[in-house]
């Protein structure tokens, strides 16, 4: 079963477009990502750039809307994300504690749709996609 | 189940190896080893419902662990003469063991993992013997849960640990890590094993699908700790580039009645792209180690020309057929043969083809079903359809692969449509 945890660091809604984690921390980070490893565990990694780089589409009414960041009404914004692969939510979870995170800080376990999971009027409008890998 | 027990399922998969590990380099016997952790776990279970899941759960099955180590090793100089010597050197072993267990805790030792690895891999012990142990000690998995993979009843996987243990101890090996010649020759065991729980798993027809999908993501797990424990051996790295490559087509290898679909005819949409990446990614650290003509990096270079082709007439036939004659040299199978065979026919035309596997002298080969299957698929390419026909028929006989009969059955109905005999 493949699940993302998906890192919710507090003050990151807030960081400036420079803002680079502390020695220290990326230390505790790659001490962490190691035992991932080792564990045989991980299958990727990646952090997100704050949000004040980012950009914000919103959809209503067939209006599209593009807003660039920060986003001051954004309580909660996503840091970064492991996708690991495990045999259990619990293992999951277990993991995800495991996670150097400061105060207040978050991390959201969610599974990976398999294909195998949706319906099949679903799998075959799926059908016949060229990933760009292909491509 | 409860949740509770869930987690506490969960750590101890995540634990138990590193705990049997640190306590069998003290023990030296990884059958006791394993029975202390499992005392610890049972402790845990009993304990950890009502005082809750500890902060650290892997310090605290050591700290149980350690316990009863000290324990058994107090029983089994009990036994010996009492005398004065003896008593002090209990007590020195005792420290030592304790010792031996704080720097466990502090530090995860990789080194023991590595040593346990060999060990429940070691050839003394028969094949099915060191996969079920493999899977017990390094994967985690329980007795019930290693039966059910293999469709055989619990007592029996039950004993076929208990021998394997039985056999290491009487075989007095030794429990460490080969260096040098020996390290090579007791690697390939260790792939060997890891890749028939993969194969296990991927072949499988029949049994509890679930089961065996999580045997393949068992032997990937086992794959990528190999990885971290050894990384300098290019044939860990090419393994598991052949097994992320070759799972990567799961999700297209089932229609949706549940049959097969062979490679030529999957929709490669549906291919896991991110796990082909990690494929090719570890193929070239293989190749980067100057391992690339080596037995595994060759079949998962083949594994990696399909899984680079974005359509299967896209495919590079041709380097497929040149990784094919250094895999020969390698490794001079029939099965080897054959399968070259195939790919000449498709880079040189079904004649080639059909002259490659004519040629090949291995008589045992033309008991094979797959031999008459693949020799009537050429014939039928060059249309020769009634000595095709024959060929098809001959090898729906000599298969009693449910799976297989149907997949040629179907061809055969196809064939005769066009040219009834």
């Not at chain 1, 995800?96 to 294909?115: F, H, S, T, W």
């Not at chain 2, 506490?8 to 990884?30: G, H, Q, Y």
């Not at chain 2, 050894?230 to 393994?239: D, F, I, M, N």
């Not at chain 2, 041709?318 to 001079?332: A, F, K, S, T, W």
């Given at each position: 079963m493949r699940f993302m945890m998906i890192v919710i660091p507090k003050g990151y809604e807030s960081a400036a477009p420079d803002a680079t984690p502390s020695a220290e921390a990326v230390a505790k980070m790659m001490e962490y990502n190691k035992a991932l490893q080792k564990a045989g565990v991980l299958l990727g990694l990646d952090g997100l750039h704050p949000p004040s780089t980012g950009a914000r589409i919103s959809f209503s009414n067939g209006h599209v809307t593009v807003t660039d960041g920060p986003f001051p009404e954004a309580k909660e914004v996503i840091g970064g994300y492991w996708m690991i692969q495990v045999r259990s939510r619990e293992e999951a979870i277990e993991w995800a504690k495991r996670a150097p995170m400061g105060d207040n800080e978050l991390i959201e376990v969610r599974q990976v749709q398999e294909m195998s999971d949706f319906p099949e009027d679903v799998q075959k409008a799926a059908?016949?996609?060229?990933?760009p890998a292909n491509a | 189940m409860s949740d509770i027990s869930k987690t506490i399922e969960a750590v101890w998969k995540m634990e138990s190896t590193r705990l049997i590990a640190a306590i069998a380099r003290v023990t030296r016997d990884i059958g006791i080893a394993e029975e202390l952790a499992q005392d610890a776990l049972v402790t845990s279970m009993e304990l950890w419902p009502e005082e809750g899941i500890p902060t650290n759960p892997g310090a605290w099955l050591m700290t149980a662990a350690k316990r009863r180590a000290i324990d058994w090793l107090r029983r089994g100089n009990m036994l010996l003469q009492k005398h004065e010597e003896i008593a002090r050197e209990l007590e020195w072993q005792q420290q030592q063991l304790g010792d031996a267990m704080e720097r466990a805790l502090d530090q995860v030792i990789d080194d023991d993992v590595l040593r346990l690895v060999f060990t429940a891999c070691h050839p003394v012990v028969p094949m099915e013997g060191r996969i079920a142990l493999t899977l017990r000690v390094i994967g985690g998995l329980t007795t019930p849960e290693i039966a059910r993979a293999f469709l055989v009843p619990e007592k029996t996987m039950g004993q076929r640990i208990f021998r394997a243990k039985k056999t290491l101890t009487k075989a007095n090996v030794a429990f460490e890590t080969p260096s040098g010649e020996e390290l090579q020759r007791r690697m390939q065991s260790v792939l060997s094993v890891v890749y028939l729980i993969f194969n296990e798993g991927y072949t499988a027809t029949s049994g509890e699908e679930w089961m065996r999908a999580a045997l393949t993501d068992e032997a990937l797990r086992l794959g990528r700790i190999l990885v971290q424990l050894l990384p300098e051996e290019s044939e860990v790295h090419a393994l598991l580039s052949l097994m992320e490559l070759q799972s990567s087509r799961n999700a297209a290898r089932r229609g949706k009645n549940g049959e097969a679909v062979l490679l030529p005819d999957q929709?490669?949409?549906?291919?896991?792209h991110a796990q082909i990446q990690r494929g090719i990614t570890a193929l070239e650290h293989a190749q980067q180690l100057n391992g690339g003509a080596r037995f595994y990096a060759l079949q998962a270079a083949i594994a990696a020309c399909h899984a680079r082709a974005r359509t299967a007439e896209e495919t590079d036939w041709g380097r497929i057929v040149l990784l094919y004659d250094v895999l020969l040299q390698v490794n001079p199978s029939a099965i080897v043969a054959l399968n070259r065979a195939v790919a000449v026919g498709m880079a040189n035309g079904p004649a080639a083809g059909l002259e490659a596997l004519d040629a090949i002298e291995d008589a045992t080969l033309r008991n094979y079903h797959l031999f008459p299957s693949v020799r009537g698929d050429l014939l039928m390419k060059m249309g020769r359809l009634t000595e095709a026909q024959h060929e098809i028929q001959r090898a729906i006989t000599m298969t009693d692969n449910l799976r297989e009969k149907d997949l040629l059955t179907e061809r055969l109905a196809k064939m005769q449509q066009t040219a009834p005999i």
């Amino acid at each position: 079963m493949r699940f993302m945890m998906i890192v919710i660091p507090k003050g990151y809604e807030s960081a400036a477009p420079d803002a680079t984690p502390s020695a220290e921390a990326v230390a505790k980070m790659m001490e962490y990502n190691k035992a991932l490893q080792k564990a045989g565990v991980l299958l990727g990694l990646d952090g997100l750039h704050p949000p004040s780089t980012g950009a914000r589409i919103s959809f209503s009414n067939g209006h599209v809307t593009v807003t660039d960041g920060p986003f001051p009404e954004a309580k909660e914004v996503i840091g970064g994300y492991w996708m690991i692969q495990v045999r259990s939510r619990e293992e999951a979870i277990e993991w995800a504690k495991r996670a150097p995170m400061g105060d207040n800080e978050l991390i959201e376990v969610r599974q990976v749709q398999e294909m195998s999971d949706f319906p099949e009027d679903v799998q075959k409008a799926a059908e016949g996609f060229k990933h760009p890998a292909n491509a | 189940m409860s949740d509770i027990s869930k987690t506490i399922e969960a750590v101890w998969k995540m634990e138990s190896t590193r705990l049997i590990a640190a306590i069998a380099r003290v023990t030296r016997d990884i059958g006791i080893a394993e029975e202390l952790a499992q005392d610890a776990l049972v402790t845990s279970m009993e304990l950890w419902p009502e005082e809750g899941i500890p902060t650290n759960p892997g310090a605290w099955l050591m700290t149980a662990a350690k316990r009863r180590a000290i324990d058994w090793l107090r029983r089994g100089n009990m036994l010996l003469q009492k005398h004065e010597e003896i008593a002090r050197e209990l007590e020195w072993q005792q420290q030592q063991l304790g010792d031996a267990m704080e720097r466990a805790l502090d530090q995860v030792i990789d080194d023991d993992v590595l040593r346990l690895v060999f060990t429940a891999c070691h050839p003394v012990v028969p094949m099915e013997g060191r996969i079920a142990l493999t899977l017990r000690v390094i994967g985690g998995l329980t007795t019930p849960e290693i039966a059910r993979a293999f469709l055989v009843p619990e007592k029996t996987m039950g004993q076929r640990i208990f021998r394997a243990k039985k056999t290491l101890t009487k075989a007095n090996v030794a429990f460490e890590t080969p260096s040098g010649e020996e390290l090579q020759r007791r690697m390939q065991s260790v792939l060997s094993v890891v890749y028939l729980i993969f194969n296990e798993g991927y072949t499988a027809t029949s049994g509890e699908e679930w089961m065996r999908a999580a045997l393949t993501d068992e032997a990937l797990r086992l794959g990528r700790i190999l990885v971290q424990l050894l990384p300098e051996e290019s044939e860990v790295h090419a393994l598991l580039s052949l097994m992320e490559l070759q799972s990567s087509r799961n999700a297209a290898r089932r229609g949706k009645n549940g049959e097969a679909v062979l490679l030529p005819d999957q929709d490669r949409s549906r291919w896991d792209h991110a796990q082909i990446q990690r494929g090719i990614t570890a193929l070239e650290h293989a190749q980067q180690l100057n391992g690339g003509a080596r037995f595994y990096a060759l079949q998962a270079a083949i594994a990696a020309c399909h899984a680079r082709a974005r359509t299967a007439e896209e495919t590079d036939w041709g380097r497929i057929v040149l990784l094919y004659d250094v895999l020969l040299q390698v490794n001079p199978s029939a099965i080897v043969a054959l399968n070259r065979a195939v790919a000449v026919g498709m880079a040189n035309g079904p004649a080639a083809g059909l002259e490659a596997l004519d040629a090949i002298e291995d008589a045992t080969l033309r008991n094979y079903h797959l031999f008459p299957s693949v020799r009537g698929d050429l014939l039928m390419k060059m249309g020769r359809l009634t000595e095709a026909q024959h060929e098809i028929q001959r090898a729906i006989t000599m298969t009693d692969n449910l799976r297989e009969k149907d997949l040629l059955t179907e061809r055969l109905a196809k064939m005769q449509q066009t040219a009834p005999i």
